[in-house]
């Protein structure tokens, strides 16, 4: 079946650093790719997608490159921010399954920014 | 422009007790899900509704059931629960059904804030 492998965490960097955080999926057909983002105390929302190979997906300064030779979505940033703390999850959804737009979590990152 | 309203967002139970968890949407979307998220785990899927009247299975379905009771809203229940049900449970919903076109697959689901549920 379909999966999403994420980097473990917890990550902690200082403000400013670089970020990346690794994806990789198994999947057949061609799925679409997301980035959720989880604050505290709060549900996930979309940080980006990308639906095809090749695509860049790219929101407040995070971005992410759906690599298919690589089935890879690796999340980057070039300066976090103590805001960017958060927990991150990759995911994917099969559009090739009928019904409604169901996604595949990979287990999460926990980010920590640190002035 | 309240979005997806769960409740309650805190509960205990007893082992072998039921509770019903609600959700409503106030998007107009006609997909709804419902999530448990678990440490190390990310979100499971646990029961999806395509469409008002339908409702299928997702990956952890046992010991659940669940209800469209309208466009809007959508609870989960449990009948019986058991310590292996305490987890953070999230609703969402999402826009439009799979549609065979060039961009199906990437509707964007819009997340409750979660209801924390403790079996003792």
């Known amino acids: 079946g379909n999966s999403v492998t994420q980097m473990e965490g917890p990550v902690t960097l200082s403000e400013e650093a670089f970020l990346t955080i690794n994806c990789t999926y198994t999947?057949?057909?061609?799925?679409?790719l997301f980035w959720y983002v989880q604050y505290p105390g709060e549900g996930l929302q979309l940080l980006l997608k990308?639906?095809?190979?090749?695509d860049k997906g790219s929101n407040k300064g995070f971005e992410a490159t759906y690599r298919k030779e690589t089935t890879s979505f690796h999340l980057e940033k070039g300066s976090v921010q103590v805001s960017d703390s958060a927990v991150y999850f990759c995911?994917?959804?099969?559009?090739?399954?009928?019904?409604?737009?169901?996604?595949?979590f990979g287990q999460g990152t926990r980010l920590t920014i640190n002035p | 422009n309240a979005g997806v309203t769960q409740t309650p967002k805190f509960q205990v139970l007893k082992t072998g007790q039921s509770m019903t968890l609600q959700c409503a949407q106030d998007?107009?979307?006609?997909?709804m899900y419902w999530y448990r998220q678990d440490p190390g785990m990310g979100l499971r899927l646990i029961y999806y509704?395509?469409?008002?009247?339908?409702?299928d299975k997702g990956e952890v379905p046992n010991g659940y059931n669940v209800s469209r009771l309208n466009k809007r809203e959508f609870s989960l229940r449990l009948e019986s629960a058991a310590p292996s049900q305490t987890s953070v449970y999230f609703c969402?919903?999402?826009?439009?059904?799979?549609?065979?076109?060039?961009?199906?697959?990437?509707?964007?689901?819009?997340f409750g804030a979660g209801s924390r549920l403790t079996v003792l």
């Open positions: 969402a919903s999402s826009e439009e059904l799979f549609n065979g076109g060039a961009d199906s697959g990437a509707n964007v689901l819009t």
């Open positions: 995911a994917l959804s099969d559009p090739w399954i009928q019904g409604a737009q169901k996604l595949v």
């Open positions: 509704s395509a469409s008002e009247g339908t409702t």
């Open positions: 990308a639906t095809k190979a090749d």
């Open positions: 998007m107009n979307h006609n997909s």
């Open positions: 999947a057949t057909g061609y799925p679409s």
